[in-house]
């Protein structure tokens, strides 16, 4: 089984920058997607960012160039830093799993962190 602790959401004014991490653990080797996800009230949880084992990534339109994921593979963490933030992107960010190649998509996540709090005014 994989663990993933998600860390580093807050409040920020609207142009700012955040970092979140997750410290995956357990049987990690096994791990070939991991992604963000992010869900705001009364809306479904999606997934804006993945990254695979060969460190391919793919974005969603609505942050592609101002959100990079990348990991750091000596101790299991992933990380999402987010710069240019809007209010729109106002949500709780969640680091999802999984032993496939898919992950982007709610059904392919097989692993799901805590959830960390962002909050973006302006």
């Known amino acids: 089984q994989v663990h993933l602790v998600e860390s580093g959401g807050g409040s920020v004014q609207a142009g700012g920058s955040l970092r979140l991490s997750c410290v995956a653990s357990g049987d990690t080797s096994s791990i070939h997607c991991m992604a963000w996800f992010r869900q705001a009230p009364g809306k479904q949880r999606e997934g804006i960012a993945k990254?695979?084992?060969?460190?391919?990534?793919l974005y969603d339109d609505s942050v592609a160039g101002r959100f990079t994921i990348y990991k750091h593979s000596a101790n299991n963490t992933l990380y999402l830093q987010m710069n240019s933030l809007k209010p729109d992107d106002t949500a709780v960010y969640y680091c999802a799993a999984s032993e496939t190649y898919s992950c982007r998509r709610r059904a392919f996540a097989q692993y799901w962190g805590q959830g960390t709090q962002v909050t973006v005014s302006s």
């Open positions: 990254i695979i084992s060969d460190n391919s990534t």
